[in-house]
């Protein structure tokens, strides 16, 4: 099956729903010609803002999420959802509850919703990710909230790649603080206490402001702590209005920091050579030889796989300055 | 720093515990010299097998691993732990007072317990349990239990490298069965239906069964469902003793599957060009020429990886079959 790529493109530039949702199903199984597509919507991008959206299970993030997005909607905003799925097999089964609830607003008009899978995504979970808001903002999205469960190390690599990251904390969920020690102080630009409406949420702010203070660093000014609740609206405008302005006075991915670019072009390399490595020598007669000689426990993995890396030669990099054709951002 | 490699190799293959300690943390960096030590000891490897013990997270895991692992240094086996933990930001706290906990058997004679970070493994996390479980192997353990938590991708791909597989269930964690859903009943070799002192615990081992008769292939035989329980010590020494008839019955890694060492191959292949790709490039003009030019708006960040890639060649494979010195198996 050939794709038709330049429809699609064409899709998404105009507006497609159709199109939009297609594309990004074929840049995620990486199928021939992903790479040419996604340079064709480059020039495109570099408008949407990416909150990423992080949190212990439970704390109500997709809950927040909706109600999010809806808001932004109402004030005018273009908003998509990336869903990140740990879809474990443990998790996978409680989770997609949560995520065919949200699935709901999908149909509201302004929102467009895409769920990922954490397991097997061809190129990595974060430049999936990185794919899918593009093409996000490709078609329009002023602003694309990324919501992840912060368990794994993946999820939350995803969340620092946003602009702006929120962290969902909720009162009873074990040690309260306890949840947010490790790295996520950090990472977090806003902090939300969600379900309000519960005993303990004070204290949950007062734990996390009092921790915020001892991690300041001089003349950086702490990030806020709002309190929320679906079930009594509390909270659930200033968020709101928190993000919209943040939308209006931040850089968006089209500044993206050099650490970011550095880092996505060695992730894409990497991709590639994989794809390749798995390519050649997959049916070749010389790894085949060699995992028998390891079998018949003549040879070790080691040895083998450094030898076999011999054959690739590094040439001089230089042709990069007089690049082809390729995205120029409008 | 020099490390004494000849010394720690030296020192695991005479079964020394500090060198046993400290060759599985300079691996564990890929400190300098790291694959010519695990060359060195991959003779003496071959005849651990590994358990994989696996489940949801409060399943009791910790707990029936410490008292599986006693049992087997009773009946007279040399038994090592890797305790892979998810140190996730969120799970990282909670679970580290399981982790210390088991640590109280580590003095125990016979018994040594590794704990591994899901996070920033350099070599990935399949390919580290990989090298500690050898490390173990040449040390002189006969079995290897690798315990870890069911949540992330990652823990899975660990211990579906293991010989042989437990699953561990409780009666009344969320839907009981649910939790087992998705890709988990394919890998259990063993189903253990732990806290079995609770409420529900027969209607969970009556799920499995259910599930397991469905899931059936022909002839194969239906993974066995046993009820344990560390209060009442119900099934514990059924457990020990399935566990212990396995090790004499099971060929170890030693009879690695093609599989399992193209994947390993592979595996130690991507390792070392990733390692390659970010010190070639790292501090390269070229990468950070090409930087530039993409925050510029003057390049996309796809054509230039590809640019990038096109400066390394591939020679034809062939020098595998006359290798240099290298492993051979006793």
Known sequence: MT??????????????????????????????????????????????????????????????????????????????????????????????????????????????????????????????????????????????LIETVGVGQDEIEVVRAADLVLVVCVPGLGDGIQTLKAGIMEIGDLFVVNKADRDGADEVVSDIQAMLEIAKKDEEPVPPVLKTSAVTGEGIDSLINWLSERREGTESVAAESADRVREEILTLMEEELFHHIRLQWTGNGALQAAVERVIAGKRDPYSVAEEMLSTIRHVEPETVEHGKQGGTRR
């Open 3 to 144: 794709i038709a790529w330049q429809e699609l493109v064409a899709g998404v530039k105009g507006g497609n729903l159709r199109a939009l949702a297609r594309m990004i199903s074929h840049v995620e199984n990486r199928d021939a010609g992903w790479k040419d597509a996604m340079r064709a919507i480059y020039p495109e991008t570099g408008r949407t803002v990416v909150f990423g959206i992080t949190g212990a299970p439970g704390a109500g993030k997709s809950t927040l999420t909706s109600k999010v997005a809806q808001g932004l909607v109402a004030r005018g905003f273009k908003v998509g959802i990336v869903a990140v799925d740990p879809s474990s097999p443990f998790s996978g089964g409680a989770l997609l509850g949560d995520r065919l609830r949200m699935q709901e607003i999908a149909t509201l008009d302004g929102i467009f919703i895409r769920s990922m899978a954490t397991r097997g995504t061809l190129g990595g979970l974060c430049q999936g990710a990185r794919d899918i808001v593009r093409i996000m903002d490709a078609f329009g999205k002023d602003i694309v």
